[in-house]
Nanobody, 127 residues
Framework: QVQLVESGGGLVQAGGSLRLSCAAS??????????MGWFRQAPGKEREFVAA??????????YYVDSVKGRFTISRDNAKNTVYLQMNSLKPDDTATYYC????????????????WGQGTQVTVSS
């Protein structure tokens, strides 16, 4: 079992920045074997893929939805079992609950199925 805990959300003005963190724990968690992703869900909308990073054993490649490219950066600190989402130039449309997710192994696509999910952290961007 893997536990994911997100933090770092809050209220920010348009153009501002936030950094979200996702701390992973659990006996079976391994940075070498788990890809990590960030998703978001705004009120009344479906959950949307935001960014992902492949498992460290797979090169740590990063992927982004087009709407955040150039503004958001996903990274991972393997020593801390933590994944970050640095969000710059935030827009009101970025307002959502952001969820961290983990996927074991190689049978993975960035916006596809994940095995574990966190509880989410709220990001609100005011205009």
């Amino acid at each position: 079992q893997v536990q994911l805990v997100e933090s770092g959300g809050g209220l920010v003005q348009a153009g501002g920045s936030l950094r979200l963190s996702c701390a992973a724990s659990g006996r079976t968690f391994s940075n070498y074997m788990y890809a990590m992703g960030w998703f978001r869900q705004a009120p009344g909308k479906e959950r949307e893929f935001v960014a992902a990073i492949s498992r460290s054993g797979g090169g740590g490649r990063t992927y982004y939805v087009d709407s955040v490219k150039g503004r958001f950066t996903i990274s991972r600190d393997n020593a801390k079992n933590t994944v970050y989402l640095q969000m710059n130039s935030l827009k009101p449309d970025d307002t959502a609950t952001y969820y961290c997710a983990a996927k074991y192994g190689d049978n993975w696509s960035p916006a596809g199925h994940y095995d574990y999910w966190g509880q989410g952290t709220q990001v609100t961007v005011s205009s």
